[in-house]
């Protein structure tokens, strides 16, 4: 598939539409368990594909619009989604998408994740939320980074991937963990809380980040490389 802006254009509005319509889907359930405040969120591997098999600014664009889309079904507040949501995941599947198939060093991933790992550790305790919750919490980001830490140890042609995927998503994840308590302070989020401790921005970036960082790296490879055996890819 040779490059044009047209293409490109519809590309964009065809990842926007799928992550909006699979991010939804998500929300209610019907993709991902959801178990009190607990929900994963595997539509991540729809912009990450993009991003890899044919531009970074495709998977990137077609992200923020997306995300903004499914939060306007979500929860409506127009004024977070542009602050904290559509930055974020443009910055994050742009980032990822640098990541093309070739070999790289694992140890920054391999690093983000063990940092990862002792932040969420440490949150139960400074965040003060219940122990039931903690515990899910924690148990559900152990989980996740021991899944993203095997994936990333065994990766070979797409450690330059799993690289770059890692910082795109940490990126996004600061963002939204520093965005959404910023916002708190001044308006009443969605769930009615407002004036949130500091505290809460570290557990939404832990969150983001483990509950998204195994759908990317599991998923994406495989469909990126089933899409170039069907010739669905952009000509370097």
């Not at 400074?126 to 899944?147: K, M, R």
């Not at 963002?175 to 557990?203: C, D, H, K, M, Y």
């Not at 970036?205 to 483990?210: D, E, F, L, R, T």
Request: hydrophobic share 60%; glycine share 8%; with cysteine.
């Amino acid at each position: 598939m040779k490059r044009s802006p047209a293409l490109k254009v519809t590309l964009i509005a065809v990842c926007a539409a799928l992550y909006a319509v699979l991010g939804y889907a998500s929300y209610l359930g019907i993709f991902a368990p959801v178990i009190g405040v607990v929900r994963f969120w595997p539509p991540v591997f729809v912009p990450a594909t993009f991003a890899v098999t044919f531009d970074p600014i495709v998977g990137g664009l077609g992200a923020a619009i997306g995300i903004f889309i499914s939060d306007m079904l979500i929860h409506g507040n127009a004024l977070l989604s542009l602050i904290a949501g559509v930055p974020a995941n443009f910055l994050c599947f742009f980032i990822a998408g640098l990541g093309k198939r070739r070999k790289s060093n694992v140890l920054p991933c391999i690093g983000v994740n063990l940092i990862m790992l002792v932040l969420c550790l440490m949150s139960p305790n400074i965040s003060g939320v219940p122990w039931p919750i903690a515990v899910v919490y924690s148990g559900a980001v152990l989980f996740s980074l021991t899944v993203a830490s095997l994936l990333t140890v065994k990766a070979k042609e797409w450690s330059s991937f799993y690289v770059f995927a890692s910082l795109g998503l940490l990126i996004g994840s600061v963002w939204i963990g520093i965005t959404v308590w910023l916002f708190s302070q001044f308006f009443i989020l969605p769930s009615g809380e407002s004036r949130l401790p500091l505290a809460a921005a570290l557990a939404w970036m832990i969150w983001v980040y483990a509950t998204e960082i195994p759908f990317m790296l599991l998923i994406t490879p495989p469909v990126v490389s089933a899409l170039r055996k069907a010739g669905l890819w952009w000509e370097e």
